[in-house]
């Protein structure tokens, strides 16, 4: 299951674990120990940034969940993203977005 980030009123940030099928949408909210947290965009592809524009595609993430459906990867489980494209569907399929 890939993590989540949620954030809460005065700016505070949870990471919690949703099944792909579950988790909620960007915007909901969950209640955690009392305090609520809206749910916020956490696929981050800018910070491959450099390597994506030095190496350009296809390149191995690093900030990615390990075995994320949808992506080959490498020995130690990081996804390869193969194209523009292929990140765009990969960030849908995951209901994720730039930070």
């Known amino acids: ?3 989540y980030v949620f954030k809460d009123s005065e700016g505070k940030e949870i990471d919690k674990w949703f099944d792909f099928s ?3 949408s960007i915007g909901d909210v969950i209640v955690v120990d009392g305090v609520e947290y809206s749910r916020v965009p956490s696929f981050n592809l800018d910070a491959a940034g450099i390597a994506r524009k030095t190496h350009k595609y296809p390149y191995v993430s690093r900030t990615l969940p390990r075995n994320l459906e ?3 990867v490498n020995k130690a489980g990081q996804p390869i993203i193969k194209s523009q494209a292929h990140e765009r569907n990969v960030a849908a399929q995951h209901d994720m977005g730039k930070d």
Request: overall charge negative; some cysteine.
């Open 1 to 3: 299951m890939p993590m």
């Open 22 to 24: 579950t988790v909620p």
């Open 70 to 72: 949808g992506c080959e």
